[in-house]
Structure formats: structure tokens, C-alpha cells
């Protein structure tokens, strides 16, 4: 079975905080993806990665840095954390195969509250 | 991306067929149909996608219709394990997948 593990359930800050959030996939899939999830907007795309040291802006990028030194590791970094960053995180991955790409995988979450 | 309608609650009587629409009238060609769900406290969980055919898997139906414009999700004897938020996406590739409010389908003992 796929893996997708991301480090924390739930995780407190102070505003102004520099945070990182991991998330580790176990099936050697190319692509990784940051979501975030806040109540009546849905899901929202913040980044994603197709390779390795690549990173392409989603939706909603503002306030937010990514990070894929490895395959199998994407980080997600709030340079100076802000209340309105109150939010649950969430980590896909996927795989792509002769110009296809396939069903994304999550990762439980990380529930993050900035006070 | 096309955009996608769904209604925004259903309920379902535990052991019958729950069946999910989602209009997305607006959509192209090379754009597939996914449907993921989201039971509480997890992350979404990919159920099933299409074209224009009628697929079939281990958790659900999808049945597309011959216009394309709209479609259906049937999980064929529901249980209260499949209480979960259903989003229909219809997008060119899955890398960029927008996921919109989706459907709380309730079943009910």
C-alpha cells in the first residue's frame, strides 16, 4: 500500500515563527503536492513538485516556500506564521507513466494553529 | 478546468445503492471525470475516474453519459463506513486536480 506520512496531527505556533511541515511518500512517485483545507473554501492547491529541486506555485502560494531536496520528501515552509496560516494541512503524491498521471495519494493531515 | 455541480447533502439507507450525480456540462474532450471522498479526519481518498466509458472497481461505479456532460457515482451496497464528503473533478491530468464543496453523503442505520 501507498504510505504517505506527514510528521505532525496537530501542531501549535506563535505568530512570527518560522514552520515546517514534512511529508514522506514510500512508492517513489515523481509528483508531490501541499493542500491546505479550511471549512466552506474546500481544498486549495498552496504547491507542488514534479521532480526533484522542482516546485511550481498552485493556487493559493502567498506566505508559503516548498522544498524537495529528495524523491520521497517534500517540505512545506511557513516563513513568518500568521493566524490567517490556522489551517489543516494536507500532502498528496502521485506517479506518472508514459505522459499519465495517476490518482493522488494523501497523507493524513497536519492540523496547524497559529496563535 | 471544468467546473463541476454537486448536490450539497444526500442521504442513504445502509445496504442500498448510493447513487452520486455531479453535472459538469462545460467539460472538453480530454477532460477526465475523478471522484475522491473524504471521510472525517482523514485525507481524501481516490475512488475512481473515467473518460467516457463506464468503469468499474473494487469500491464503486462510474457511469458517464454519452454527452459527457454529466455523471454518476454508485457505491452499490453502502455501508456507514462510506459516510464521507464525495468530490467530483473533472480535469485534464490529476496533477492539477481543484477539488470544489463536494457532496456529505450520509447513510443512515
Known amino acids: 500500500d501507498v504510505k504517505v506520512t506527514q510528521s505532525s496531527r496537530y501542531l501549535v505556533k506563535r505568530t512570527g515563527e518560522k514552520v515546517f511541515l514534512e511529508c514522506v511518500q514510500d512508492?517513489?512517485?515523481?509528483?508531490m503536492f501541499w493542500y491546505r483545507q479550511d471549512p466552506g473554501l474546500g481544498l486549495r492547491l498552496i504547491y507542488f513538485?514534479?521532480?526533484?529541486?522542482?516546485?511550481e506555485k498552485g493556487d493559493i502560494p502567498e506566505g508559503y516556500s516548498v522544498s524537495r531536496e529528495k524523491k520521497e520528501r517534500f517540505s512545506l515552509i511557513l516563513e513568518s506564521a500568521s493566524t490567517n496560516q490556522t489551517s489543516m494541512y494536507l500532502c498528496?503524491?502521485?506517479?506518472?507513466?508514459?505522459?499519465?498521471?495517476?490518482?493522488?495519494?494523501f497523507g493524513p493531515g497536519t492540523r496547524l494553529t497559529v496563535t | 478546468d471544468a467546473k463541476t455541480t454537486q448536490p450539497p447533502s444526500m442521504d442513504c439507507a445502509e445496504g442500498r445503492a448510493a447513487n452520486l450525480p455531479c453535472n459538469h456540462s462545460?467539460?472538453?474532450?480530454?477532460?477526465?471525470v475523478y471522484w475522491y471522498r473524504q471521510i472525517h479526519s482523514q485525507g481524501p481518498q481516490y475512488i475512481i475516474h473515467?473518460?467516457?466509458n463506464n468503469e468499474t472497481n473494487e469500491m464503486a461505479s462510474l457511469i458517464i453519459t454519452e454527452d459527457r456532460k454529466s455523471s454518476t457515482l454508485i457505491l452499490p451496497h453502502a455501508t456507514l463506513r462510506d459516510t464521507a464528503v464525495y468530490y467530483c473533478?473533472?480535469?485534464?491530468?490529476?496533477?492539477?486536480?481543484?477539488f470544489g464543496k463536494g457532496t456529505r453523503l450520509h447513510i443512515l442505520p
Open positions: 498528496a503524491s502521485s506517479f506518472t507513466w508514459e505522459q499519465t498521471t495517476y490518482e493522488q495519494y
Open positions: 512508492m517513489d512517485h515523481e509528483n
Open positions: 513538485s514534479y521532480d526533484v529541486k522542482m516546485k
Open positions: 462545460t467539460i472538453s474532450g480530454n477532460e477526465y
Open positions: 473515467g473518460l467516457k
Open positions: 473533478i473533472a480535469a485534464i491530468r490529476d496533477d492539477k486536480i481543484i
